[in-house]
């Protein structure tokens, strides 16, 4: 992830580390949700108690990665875009903790739902949503790891999308409710989850918006897309200048080595 190395080698070391924490804890949290959708889909308490026991892991991960950030910059005092890449992680992790949380929503309704022994109304749109929302969070981790501000725009922009469609959804199980009121608690649990998703969907944005940030230096929280297309093309282009400064000064170290020879 880290194009640039330091001086202090041990310096390096601890960013990566952090890195390599975030992303772990991101890769966890992915799972949590993966799995709480299929103890719902699949009627499983066993697995929907064990997408609550998870949360143990992912709060543990939670506090390492905190301690661990505030050693780096007591002890390194980074500066510049290092310190907003270390800051990004340290405002994701609460996106990735709260994103736990959600999954532990999904799975304690996936219980109660599996514990009344039949299907709920509204499983389609349950999956549909939450493969949205999934790829959203796997792709602002994927951005995060790559340093790709294209990719953490699309992101953003796939917010508005899950948004509209968690609304259609909510219309749709609303209809049905007034249709037929007998399963109106069953239709409610299903809601909850919708609204769990949908609040995935927000934290995965929140992660996608750090990734532009540390990468450009702007803050594109509450901006117009407008602005964070502005930000994204201008992050690109000091990356385009970096990378021919590089080749420019590979190409003069080569030409001085072919001259000693």
Not at 65 to 86: F, W
Not at 179 to 195: A, T
Not at 225 to 235: D, G, H, I
Request: proline share 0%; net charge negative; glycine share 4%.
């Amino acid at each position: 992830m880290q194009s640039d190395k330091h001086i202090s080698k041990s310096f390096d070391q601890d960013l990566d580390e952090a890195i390599r924490l975030f992303l772990y804890m991101g890769d966890s949290a992915a799972n949590q949700v993966a799995k709480a959708i299929h103890a719902l889909i699949d009627k499983d308490e066993t697995l929907a108690q064990e997408v609550i026991d998870m949360d143990f892991d992912i709060n543990r991960m939670e506090v390492e990665l905190d301690e661990h950030i505030l050693l780096l910059v007591a002890k390194r005092q980074p500066a510049a875009s290092d310190l907003r890449l270390v800051m990004s992680i340290s405002k994701g992790v609460v996106d990735l903790e709260r994103i736990g949380d959600e999954a532990v929503k999904i799975a304690r309704m996936a219980s109660k739902i599996a514990a009344e022994g039949k299907s709920a109304y509204g499983y389609a749109e349950v999956q549909h949503l939450s493969n949205q929302v999934r790829l959203m969070l796997n792709n602002s981790l994927e951005a995060f790891s790559q340093s790709n501000a294209e990719q953490a725009f699309e992101v953003m922009r796939n917010d508005s999308v899950v948004n509209t469609e968690y609304q259609s959804a909510i219309r749709a199980l609303m209809t049905y409710i007034m249709e037929d009121s007998r399963h109106v608690s069953k239709v409610i649990n299903i809601m909850w989850i919708l609204r769990s998703l949908e609040r995935i969907g927000d934290h995965a944005q929140n992660v996608a918006e750090l990734v532009i940030n540390y990468i450009s230096g702007q803050d594109v929280r509450h901006s117009d897309y407008a602005m964070v297309e502005k930000a994204v093309q201008e992050a690109n282009d000091r990356l385009a200048a970096r990378q021919v400064s590089t080749l420019s000064a590979n190409d003069l170290e080569t030409s001085d080595s072919d001259e000693g020879c």
